[in-house]
């Protein structure tokens, strides 16, 4: 199946419209009440992009014992079965379970039915809602979800636990598109803006995706100027774009920080090499702490910045760094690094300094 983007705008979805498209086309009519008749289950729809093998296949539904803890490695087989032995479930977690079984059959309007009713009676317990987002990602209605989802977090929003409580666990089960989704939802309270805004600028940058996550550490500028992490973010991604006066831009309001990326005097460096601001990089190279002076990246910045700033400059003070360096990489040469250690590397170097 291909996703689509799981924060993209859906254009005129209404609730109405994911009944009407999970279809109404019936081989026979059979209707299976529960205590009350509060939910029908019907014969299984014809589904879309055959999202009925999504729905059977996916492992992320949560069954229930009967202490309302998670059933482990739950058994999904006999489906047929095991929903007829639930026909007159009344307790929490077999109504719970009906509706996950119910769901891996494709009766969506009767298992939603179920876990929303479950969600009134029991507003504190996360499973119904957790179960119910996972129908509704798994049939791409990421509208509807981040609707439920504000309503649990209104529901909740004096109880940061239980907002904690639920991001916490879909980070912990690798359900991350689902996790954006309640971040992308939680971004617009203030008491959560900053924290879900970085979380979903490195949710982007993890996935390599730089121009999505840009705007969204950006938007935290705009909150507060010196969020060391958007700051830090914003220096890494106009460093893979090689855009080198923005690195020096997001670089000059970290200086300060005593917490540094990793890498952040390598990328400075390497932005005032580029730019032709030779001297520059030297410094920002001798300011470097001792960790990252034995990156062989790091090193190579250094050594050349020297160089392009006065070809007969000593390397000395790199050769030391450089054996640490040689120790973990063992296939390190000297000679290779060391240009100027032989006429030939004199050569090179004076032609590349030239612009030959």
């Not at 119910?132 to 649990?152: C, F, G, Q, V, W």
């Not at 550490?217 to 106009?238: C, D």
């Not at 300060?256 to 030297?282: C, I, P, R, S």
């Not at 190579?300 to 760094?321: E, F, H, K, M, Q």
């Amino acid at each position: 199946m291909k996703k689509i983007n799981i924060l993209n705008d859906v254009a005129n979805m209404h609730y109405s419209q994911f009944n009407n498209w999970i279809g109404v086309i019936f081989l026979f009519s059979v209707f299976l009440f529960f205590s009350g008749c509060f939910s029908i289950f019907r014969p299984t729809p014809v589904l879309e992009e055959d999202k009925s093998e999504i729905l059977r296949a996916d492992n992320q539904f949560i069954l229930l014992k009967e202490n309302l803890s998670p059933v482990e490695n739950p058994d999904f087989t006999s489906l047929d079965k095991k929903v007829k032995s639930l026909q007159g479930a009344k307790s929490f977690h077999e109504l719970n379970n009906l509706a996950v079984y119910g769901v891996k059959l494709s009766y969506i309007e009767s298992s939603e039915g179920i876990l929303r009713k479950l969600q009134k009676e029991k507003p504190q317990e996360m499973t119904p809602y957790l179960n119910l987002l996972r129908i509704y990602y798994l049939l791409d209605e990421y509208e509807i979800a981040k609707k439920m989802l504000n309503d649990y977090y209104k529901l909740h929003s004096g109880d940061k636990k239980k907002v904690f409580e639920f991001m916490k666990y879909l980070k912990s089960s690798n359900r991350a598109e689902e996790h954006v989704l309640f971040l992308d939802v939680i971004s617009n309270y203030q008491e959560y803006e900053i924290q879900a805004l970085e979380e979903l600028g490195l949710y982007f940058i993890s996935i390599r995706d730089l121009e999505l996550a840009k705007p969204y550490f950006e938007k935290i500028l705009t909150i507060y100027a010196y969020n060391p992490v958007a700051l830090h973010s914003l220096m890494q991604i106009h460093y893979i774009n090689e855009s080198w006066a923005d690195v020096i831009t997001y670089a000059i309001p970290l200086k300060k920080e005593k917490v540094k990326d990793k890498n952040y005097y390598t990328m400075l460096a390497k932005a005032h090499f580029e730019l032709g601001e030779y001297l520059l990089a030297v410094k920002a190279s001798e300011e470097a702490p001792e960790a990252e002076k034995i990156s062989v990246d790091f090193l190579t910045v250094w050594r050349d910045a020297i160089l392009c700033n006065d070809i007969r400059g000593s390397l000395t003070p790199l050769n030391r760094y450089f054996q640490v360096a040689k120790k973990k990489i063992p296939s390190l040469r000297e000679e290779e690094f060391f240009l100027v250690s032989t006429k030939e590397g004199k050569r090179i170097l004076s032609n590349i300094t030239n612009g030959y």
